[in-house]
């Protein structure tokens, strides 16, 4: 594993993290204090989207797996199949931030917080796997 691969690892980890937590507060705390203020309203206003917020949190979470699981395989060896979950898993974040920016360019500061680290992570792991 080169050094642009280490740095794709630690931008995938750092984007999986952050998916983590936005599936917690999704999933679990849709209506709590944290939830609310990443993502506006109250909890009132939150209350009759805590369905979809929970759905919305497991593919979150998935995304997140997929990437750790990629890790794991990437620094047991296996350089094709982890390479291709972290793509595949950082490549998706990054799309639906790309997504969130393109239905509405209001939310283009929270697209950025969400697509920075993901971003960053397939840029390095492609140099990696070119280079």
Not at 60 to 87: M, P
Not at 89 to 109: I, P, Q
């Amino acid at each position: 594993m080169n050094t642009f691969m280490i740095i794709a690892s630690v931008f995938a980890f750092l984007a999986a993290a952050l998916h983590v937590l936005i599936a917690y507060m999704e999933m679990f705390a849709w209506e709590g204090p944290l939830a609310r203020k990443t993502f506006g309203g109250t909890p009132e206003s939150a209350r009759p989207f805590a369905f979809y917020a929970y759905n919305q949190g497991l593919y979150n979470g998935f995304l997140a797996i997929e990437v750790f699981v990629g890790l794991a395989v990437l620094f047991l060896g296996h350089v094709a199949v982890g390479s291709a979950l972290v793509l595949a898993g950082t490549a998706s974040m990054l799309c639906a931030a790309l997504g969130l920016v393109l239905k509405d360019n209001s939310f283009a500061t929270a697209s950025a917080k969400q697509g920075s680290l993901p971003l960053l992570a397939v840029i390095f792991m492609v140099l990696g796997l070119v280079l």
